[in-house]
Structures are given as C-alpha cells and as structure tokens.
C-alpha cells in the first residue's frame, strides 16, 4: 500500500471524471477520492450538487441524467432527484449500498449498487421492481439496441428488456 501522502498527492491532481472512476477501484481508493469529491467540483464550478448534497450529508457516488433531471446516488444508497437549479426536487430510497451507475432507459431509470442490486424507478419515484442477478457491484450500463446491458466487478454481463425484466446472462 502506498502512502497516504503520495495517494493525497496523486489524487489532488485528477480531473472530475478521473477522480469517480478511480473510486470505483477499491473501498481503500473509494474512502480516499470521497475526501477530493467536492474539491474537484468547485475546481471546475459545479458547486450546485456539493452544496445542495450537505443535506444529505452523504457523499456522491455516481451521477446520470433521466427525465431532464440530474441524478445523484450517494454512499448512504439514496438517489436523489435535482432540478437545473441545483435544488432536490425528489429523494428514492430502498438502496442499503452505494450507488455505482444509472441509465434512462424506455422511460425507467434503473439504478446499480455495490452489493449487486438493480432496481427499476419509474417517472413518480417509485421502485416498479428489484433484480439480484449480479454476484459483484454493479459497475455500469450500457443501452444496446432496445435491452439494457449490465455488467458487474465479477464479469458478469446481464441483459435487461424494454420493461427491465431479465432476459439473459
């Protein structure tokens, strides 16, 4: 293990986008990139989120779009729902993990955890159904063609149909 110094020093230089993906490595990785989050944000002047977010009081772990909103997910396993303005508009629970990846699909938004849980929202925030296929976290979708591809820590890559039902691994 290297440091703590040099991770500090290594991940005070990453732009935003560099700095999530590294998160998503480790817990270790994770627990040192949450303490650069918010810096990383008012160096490129999106400061909406990060101070909006202290309600929450939890950090932001992923970031997506759907219905024309900002989605956040955070460590605590809630995502959460903001308008252009920067304010919260809608707050999902049901998670009990971090949020690893988002995507709008067929007008559901589906969200993926570390403990390998995706659950389907629909336009009112309310969770239409929870899959467990995955044995690893979730680490992103991919739209293909009209199914949704998953894949997980693990390999594993599932395929999801136009409703977010399961269809094949």
């Known amino acids: 293990s290297l440091p703590r110094e040099l ?63 900002l989605v956040s997910g955070s460590v605590d396993g809630k995502i959460r729902w903001w308008n252009i303005k920067g304010r919260c508009v809608r707050t999902l629970t049901g998670h009990s993990d971090t949020l690893m990846c988002f995507a709008d699909h067929n007008h559901l938004l589906a969200s993926g955890s570390v403990d390998g849980e995706i659950r389907w929202w629909n336009e009112r925030g309310e969770c239409a159904h929870t899959e467990t296929k995955h044995k690893s976290r979730i680490v992103q979708f991919e739209a293909f063609k009209h199914l949704l591809v998953s894949g997980s820590a693990d390999g594993g890559i599932n395929l999801w149909d136009r409703d977010g039902h399961f269809m094949k691994a």
Do not use: M
């Open 7 to 69: 991770h500090a020093s290594i991940f005070s230089q990453l732009d935003y986008e560099s700095l999530l993906s590294s998160t998503k490595v480790c817990e270790r990785w994770l627990e040192i990139g949450e303490k650069f989050v918010p810096r990383a944000r008012r160096r490129k002047g999106h400061i909406n989120l990060v101070e909006v977010s202290k309600e929450g009081n939890s950090p932001i772990s992923s970031l997506g779009t759907f219905n024309g909103l």
